[in-house]
T-cell receptor, first 115, second 115 residues
Framework: DQQVKQNSPSLSVQEGRISILNCDYT??????FLWYKKYPAEGPTFLIS?????DKNEDGRFTVFLNKSAKHLSLHIVPSQPGDSAVYFC??????????????FGKGTLLTVNP | KAGVTQTPRYLIKTRGQQVTLSCSPI?????VSWYQQTPGQGLQFLFE???????NKGNFPGRFSGRQFSNSRSEMNVSTLELGDSALYLC??????????????FGSGTQLSVL
């Protein structure tokens, strides 16, 4: 049972345009959501997070939006840069229902930003 | 502050052997989590330790085990290796553990190949 889903395995955008990565979740116990960026053969690097009490969090070029009623979140990167090319993982955690003390990850979206 | 350190970086084993992987968390972090990454499967949660106690465990067979020492360093062991155990094994640490407003810091991983 995949509780965090990233339905787009890959996304290609032009440099300078907006990248939008999407994530859906099913577990209503999740109350904290994170995005990680990963290069091959390296560990994931934290990018941005959002608590369920908010619907938007912004950090420089990165903005995460949370729609609790739809159980959906998205990561916006504006403007996209070639160095943003990586795999992006959505993750979630919460309290109860087996979600304690772990991050549940989606399968990732490979973002390619073309110069 | 030094990051999460995992050793060894690469490992080659044959089927039936066992392997032990090591993780040193960021100084002051008491929670250590382990994840397995295989192509197309995202990051699968193995287990999480805090103050030498396992607080959560993923859906892996009993061949996968772990422990945490009093200095917060952690090891994971895989016995009777199978070809399907070939993966990148990632360790992550945080001060108190995956929870609201607390992110994980990942090491670079141990790439295990089972022949």
């Amino acid at each position: 049972d995949q509780q965090v889903k990233q339905n787009s395995p890959s996304l290609s955008v032009q440099e300078g345009r907006i990248s939008i990565l999407n994530c859906d979740y099913t577990n209503s116990m999740f109350d904290y959501f994170l995005w990680y960026k990963k290069y091959p053969a390296e560990g994931p690097t934290f990018l941005i997070s959002i608590s369920s009490i908010k619907d938007k969090n912004e950090d420089g070029r990165f903005t995460v939006f949370l729609n609790k009623s739809a159980k959906h979140l998205s990561l916006h990167i504006v403007p996209s840069q070639p160095g943003d090319s990586a795999v992006y993982f959505c993750a979630a955690t919460g309290r109860g229902g087996g979600s304690n003390y772990k991050l549940t990850f989606g399968k990732g979206t490979l973002l390619t930003v073309n110069p | 502050k030094a990051g999460v350190t995992q050793t060894p970086r690469y490992l080659i084993k044959t089927r039936g052997q066992q392997v032990t992987l090591s993780c040193s968390p960021i100084s002051g972090h008491r929670s250590v989590s382990w994840y397995q990454q295989t192509p197309g499967q995202g990051l699968q949660f193995l287990f999480e330790y805090f103050s030498e106690t396992q607080r959560n465990k993923g859906n892996f067979p009993g061949r996968f085990s772990g422990r945490q020492f009093s200095n917060s360093r952690s090891e994971m062991n895989v016995s009777t290796l199978e070809l399907g155990d070939s993966a990148l094994y990632l360790c992550a640490s945080s001060p108190q553990g995956p929870a609201t407003n607390e992110k994980l810091f990942f090491g670079s991983g141990t790439q295990l190949s089972v022949l």
